[in-house]
């Protein structure tokens, strides 16, 4: 398409404001609605977190960019490496965090990357 | 005395303020660096600087917009552009939802939280989920708003700073980037979780989130989590009942 003049913005607007804007007043709508003791949230919370946790599976298993060339095994080893550091010391994320990336930029050297 | 009962005495201009302040944390420095990399992606595909900009205000999640941009860049008629971003979209309606009981109040109005449901997208929702049971509930609203609208802002105008600036990064730093997102929101929702539940679906989201990848990529994320979420739900609803019973 051609990126001149009005219409990008329109596309925009439409395609990717209304598309996203609408499920989050529909959220709001669904959420004032809902008691906070209730059986139902608990339920709203668990395919929240497991929507998010698809996103993130998706991320390490299928990346787009530099990483779609590293092998599945580095990545998943770069992760496992993150969780026993971020176990070990009480559960601080800096820590889990920086040791995964290490890893995972240790290994992407090690494989000439 | 928690965050939930104790009085509080200070005004929601403190709490917007507490809020802004979130911008120098950790997930929003993580969020930053992969606004450098869309920024960096949509100079490379040639979108014009004043349209990547509106995007990333208007349209906010990350994830979405670079759907979108894949539509624009192929051409895509704007029917199917708006359906495949609304297919990737649909999380924000239960992540809201889990969202709203917890910082609203009996007053709050609800086109309040129409405004401020915009600024929700996963880092923010992670971010609030973590940090305002310490907000006493009458400044949450204002706390988040605080959080999400400096968030949106300087991501805009960081966008537009970088903007061809960032021409190429040598391909280890790209990767680590790429690979800060997922690790963060692992640790901050486990770190986060305050109900057992929470545990159960991240794990079960993840083995069914792959697993959908692969046997159904169009549908992935939805199956996964109305899948995945429910089947968490149930099972520590017996796991409940059966000490419950005990």
Redesign the interface.
């Known amino acids: 398409?051609s990126?001149d003049g009005p219409w990008?913005?329109i596309?925009?607007?439409?395609?990717?404001?209304?598309?996203?804007?609408?499920?989050?007043?529909?959220?709001?709508?669904?959420?004032?609605r809902?008691?906070?003791k209730s059986?139902v949230?608990?339920?709203?919370?668990?395919?929240?977190?497991?929507?998010?946790?698809?996103?993130?599976?998706?991320?390490?298993?299928?990346?787009?960019?530099?990483?779609e060339a590293?092998p599945l095994w580095l990545?998943l080893g770069?992760?496992a490496v993150?969780?026993a550091a971020?176990f070990a010391v009480g559960?601080r994320?800096?820590i889990?965090?920086g040791t995964?990336?290490a890893t995972?930029?240790l290994g992407?050297?090690m494989l000439g990357? | 005395m928690t965050a939930e009962t104790a009085p509080d005495h200070h005004s929601q201009t403190h709490w917007f303020l507490v809020g802004m302040r979130g911008l120098f944390s950790?997930p929003a420095i993580i969020l930053m660096l992969s606004f450098v990399?869309f920024a960096a992606f949509t100079a490379e595909a040639?979108?014009?600087v004043g349209?990547v900009m509106?995007?990333t205000g208007?349209?906010?999640?990350l994830?979405?917009?670079v759907i979108?941009v894949g539509?624009?860049l192929s051409?895509a008629h704007?029917a199917t552009?708006?359906l495949a971003?609304?297919l990737s979209?649909?999380?924000?309606?239960?992540?809201?939802?889990?969202?709203?009981?917890?910082i609203?109040t009996s007053r709050t109005p609800?086109w309040l939280?129409?405004i401020v449901?915009?600024f929700?997208a996963?880092t923010a929702?992670?971010f609030a989920m973590e940090h305002v049971r310490d907000v006493p509930r009458s400044g949450r609203v204002a706390f988040f708003a605080g959080f999400g609208m400096t968030l949106t802002t300087v991501n805009i105008l960081l966008v537009g700073l970088v903007y061809g600036a960032v021409s190429e990064f040598p391909?280890?730093v790209?990767?680590?980037l790429?690979?800060?997102?997922?690790?963060?929101?692992?640790?901050?929702?486990?770190?986060s979780a305050r109900?057992r539940?929470?545990y159960?679906?991240?794990?079960?989201?993840?083995?069914?989130?792959?697993l959908?990848?692969v046997i159904a990529p169009e549908y992935?994320?939805?199956l996964?989590?109305?899948i995945?979420?429910?089947l968490?739900?149930w099972v520590?609803?017996m796991l409940r009942r059966k000490e419950a019973a005990r």
Not at chain 1, 46 to 66: H, Q, R, S
Not at chain 2, 58 to 61: E, F, G, K, R, Y
Request: aromatic residues 14%; contains cysteine.
């Open positions: 398409m990126f990008p913005y596309y925009i607007a439409i395609a990717g404001w209304l598309a996203t804007d609408f499920w989050r007043w529909s959220g709001v709508i669904a959420g004032n809902i008691d906070e059986e949230l608990n339920w709203v919370r668990a395919v929240a977190t497991a929507l998010v946790a698809a996103v993130i599976a998706k991320l390490i298993v299928y990346p787009t960019g530099v990483l590293s990545r770069a992760v993150g969780a971020f559960r994320p800096v889990g965090i995964s990336i995972l930029a992407l050297h990357f | 950790l990399g040639k979108i014009p349209q509106f995007m208007i349209v906010w999640a994830p979405a917009k979108l539509s624009m051409g704007i552009a708006f971003v609304t979209s649909v999380r924000m309606m239960p992540m809201v939802a889990a969202l709203i009981p917890e609203r609800t939280l129409l449901s915009h929700v996963i929702w992670v391909p280890i790209s990767g680590c790429f690979f800060l997102t997922p690790v963060y929101f692992l640790a901050s929702i486990w770190v109900h539940v929470i159960w679906a991240l794990g079960i989201g993840l083995a069914l989130g792959w959908f990848a992935d994320i939805l996964a989590g109305i995945g979420g429910t968490a739900w520590e609803r």
